[in-house]
Nanobody
Framework: QLQLVESGGGLVQAGGSLRLSCAIS????????IGWFRQAPGKEREGVSC????????IYADSVKGRFTISRDNAENTVYLQMNSLKPEDTAVYYC?????????????????????WGQGTQVTVSS
């Protein structure tokens, strides 16, 4: 059965870095687009980034552009989110998700309704 397991979260000081991983099993990863989302307490789930099946195309929320980088290793069935220059406002639970949609990569893929399968999330806390 399909599983998505996030890891790599933790507590980091502002300005620091973390790399999140999303390990996917029971699924042919290279055929699908993968997104990262986050949700802080009391706030809506927010799209962070999305990567195409080949890894050639990526999109980012304005709030993380220049600081976060999404990548994928299809041979290892893993998607990564490298987070640099972290800010307290980045504090949230981070989720990875799989989309079966095939539209051209755009900001639409920062919307949660585009995704079918979700992991359980990993907590990222950035202290000031």
């Amino acid at each position: 059965q399909l599983q998505l397991v996030e890891s790599g979260g933790g507590l980091v000081q502002a300005g620091g870095s973390l790399r999140l991983s999303c390990a996917i099993s029971g699924f042919t990863l290279d055929n699908y687009r993968i997104g990262w989302f986050r949700q802080a307490p009391g706030k809506e789930r927010e799209g962070v980034s999305c990567i195409s099946s080949s890894g050639d195309s990526t999109i980012y929320a304005d709030s993380v552009k220049g600081r976060f980088t999404i990548s994928r290793d299809n041979a290892e069935n893993t998607v990564y989110l490298q987070m640099n220059s972290l800010k307290p406002e980045d504090t949230a639970v981070y989720y990875c998700a799989v989309s079966t949609r095939t539209f051209y990569i755009s900001s639409l893929y920062l919307s949660s309704h585009m995704y079918t399968y979700w992991g359980q999330g990993t907590q990222v806390t950035v202290s000031s």
